[in-house]
């Protein structure tokens, strides 16, 4: 399963970039608009929207991801450390989960620069699209509707790490060729053929996710982590405990927490692997070996090997999450 996997994964992205070759966005077939200064600049405030928005444009334009803090999130606690590279921006790419909120109060407070284009990942995905992925009114709704992957029934998404959801991940993809139109005329169209080709190759890693984790359709899961829940709401899977062991809101207790998963009867808990790794090895002692344990990484980064794409940052958790389950049954 897994080589097949990875060669259809070869195949559109090989597709991705011949297509790129020949439809780029800053080819002489298809121009667009560019700043004054030369190539635009594109700033976004996470490391996983920052690659796909890469992937997309290609060299048309730079893209630079925001410095982060030690989880991955932007660094919102010293916003102004990032003032010089948000200066520079043509268009800044926020998340809107409360994440970049600093880095958002920073550019209203530095003035809005005329011409900048600021557009947030949680309102596009709001949108209702047509199949062209253009925003349409309600009575279109339906049809919109259809032109999304099919996803199990599950609880509302989460609003911290969206890009964790994939469905998430196509709306915000099939909104954002007619965003950036608004700021950069002529790029519509060849960007919009890069992000279809991106968004099938995003429904395969979906629908592999599904395949692998049929046997565990009726799994409950213990998140723990901020944000870390978007992920088995993104799979209709239950989430029966959201534990935020971050010291901002102070440290819940491994024994109530233990205690919560017995009551809920967990079968899986998944931990942002920024959390210390005693806190796993502890509850996968007191937990015992019917409830698997897995570390996922919600962020990813060039430097972290196997994770430095959004497509390797998903196929690694799915990785993660799958051994695990398999790991039990045996």
Known sequence: MRNCWHGRVVLVLFALWAGGCDRAPNSAAAPASQPAHG??????????????????VGDWAEVIALPSTSGGAAATTQPQAAVALLDRADAVLAVG????????????????????NVIIFTELTKLQLNANGAPINGSDAKRAAETMPATQPG????????????????????????????????????????TRLYRANLAMVQQDYSMRLARSANLRVAAIGEGIDTLPRGLGLAVVSYVDLS????????????????????????????????????????????VSIVRLDAFGGKDRAGRATYFELMLANLNAIAEAEAKKRR
Do not use: C
Request: proline share 9%; charged share 25%; hydrophobic share 40%.
């Open 39 to 56: 190539k635009p600049v594109l700033v976004a405030t996470v490391y996983p929207l920052a690659d796909m928005l890469e992937q997309i």
């Open 97 to 116: 989960d409360g994440s970049d909120d600093g880095v958002l109060a920073a550019i209203r407070d530095n003035g809005e620069r005329p011409g900048r």
């Open 155 to 194: 609880p509302e998404p989460s609003h911290r790490m969206p890009w964790l959801d994939m469905l998430e991940t196509h709306r915000f993809l099939a909104a954002l060729p007619s965003r950036l139109e608004r700021h950069f005329p002529g790029l519509e169209a060849p960007l919009r053929n890069r």
């Open 247 to 290: 010291p901002r809101d102070g440290a819940a207790s491994l024994d109530a927490m233990v205690g919560e998963i017995r009551e809920h009867q967990a079968g899986a808990v998944w931990i942002d692997e920024a959390l210390p790794e005693s806190v796993a090895t502890e509850l996968g002692q007191r937990l015992g070996a019917g």
